[in-house]
């Protein structure tokens, strides 16, 4: 008589994890360190890429811009001559509001991994569900623009959470707003205390050196990822 | 010997339209009106209600917050004495990141229908699946923040379809914005030609009076509800 084993293989059971993984492996084949770029729609994810990777310093870019219709993300990233790969999420009734890892994948033969160091995946504008899908990526920063005022943290936990770095963008507008930085800085040391975090505007090119400075020390591996 | 009649029941598989029918029917049982106010994050749905709520000219008023975790928006609601309801959709990881008809039946039973007018139900903040999920409403008003960019009816276009008003908010940054008007109302005229649009600021008041109106309108049915 011999026992049976049942093998639990958990990972196994979801899809997603899968492509992730198989995502990973051909991210680390071709050497490429890759950013998940997340935020609510409007804070300024496309605007921050246009401005900072026009020169980054001999890191080659390539970007992956995720929306539900359309190119205008993708062709306002046209003149920096990179490679720039489109996906739309609308394949169903209203789009999908994430990207994940099969529709990343599905796009990896359109982009030429062995040329490039660097590859930002630009996600749909959504504060709930890109966090919940790993689509095989190394960091993910989280864009959060102070016009959507300081109490986003404690709204949107899990995407506050599930990042490496918090850019606070549109800061030239705190002029003309009520919102509170402190406030906003409580808020997110609730959800994720220490997670670092950069102050910048992409208008007045406040704080875009320091993007350009972390994203390249990614790339190279000079600067050490951020906690998970 | 006798023919066998398959009747497909299209409607029957979608749980969430029938029970979008099924509170649709407790609203008019109640002569309840019920606003579905959707956008993204941070478009300032929750400071409008604040704006507009405190002197609704007789109708009564009811709210139904929809959050992803906390109680923020229900608690900044509190100062105006109204019956308010607050559903957290964080029943899973993440969070849901839209009501569906069966979260707003839930809270049925805590919100008093008879001895309100106007119900408005303010969904998560997002722009991709609010749209997907009637709840029951009569109103579905769409509000977008100058701040977001004036691209965002091209790129989410069934959030921007799927409603009868539209409400352009925070009009008051448009001095230190690079934000087009004309081109908004392109974009939205190319997804949905001839939708209502109101252009407002919560802060400085501009445009309130007229959202007002346009609420007690709806609640009294003096004005008619919008084309769908």
């Known amino acids: 008589m011999h ?4 093998k639990v ?3 196994a059971l979801d899809a997603n994890t899968t492509l992730a993984k198989a995502n990973r492996s051909d991210f680390d084949r071709s050497g490429v360190t890759v950013v998940n770029l997340m935020s609510a729609p409007g804070a300024g994810k496309t605007t921050l890429l246009t401005k900072v990777l026009g020169d980054m310093k001999g890191v080659r870019v390539g970007v992956l811009e995720g929306d539900v219709q359309g190119s205008l993300d993708a062709d306002r990233l046209a003149h920096l001559h990179l ?5 739309q999420t609308d394949n169903g009734f209203g789009g999908e509001c994430h990207l994940d890892a099969n529709m990343v994948r599905s796009a990896l033969p359109d982009l030429p991994l062995d040329d490039i160091d660097l590859l930002i995946i630009e996600n749909v504008g959504n504060l709930v569900c890109p966090a919940e899908f790993k689509v095989g990526e190394d960091i993910r920063i989280m864009v959060s623009s102070v ?8 709204k949107y936990p899990l ?9 606070v963008n549109k800061i030239d507008l705190l002029p003309y707003l009520d919102y509170d930085l402190d406030k906003f800085n409580y808020y997110l040391d609730g959800v994720h205390p220490e997670v670092p975090r950069m102050f910048v505007s992409a208008k007045t ?3 875009m050196e320091e993007l350009r400075d972390y994203l390249v020390g990614l790339a190279t591996r000079t600067a050490a990822p951020a906690t998970t």
């Not at 026992?3 to 049942?6: A, L, M, P, S, Y």
């Not at 490679?83 to 996906?87: C, E, G």
């Not at 016009?147 to 404690?154: C, L, Q």
């Open 3 to 6: 026992r049976t084993t049942i």
């Open 205 to 207: 090119g406040e704080g």
């Open 159 to 167: 995407m506050f959470r599930a990042c490496e770095m918090v850019i």
């Open 147 to 154: 016009t959507e005022g300081e109490d986003k943290p404690a």
């Open 83 to 87: 490679p720039v790969v489109q996906i």
């Open 9 to 11: 293989v958990e990972d």
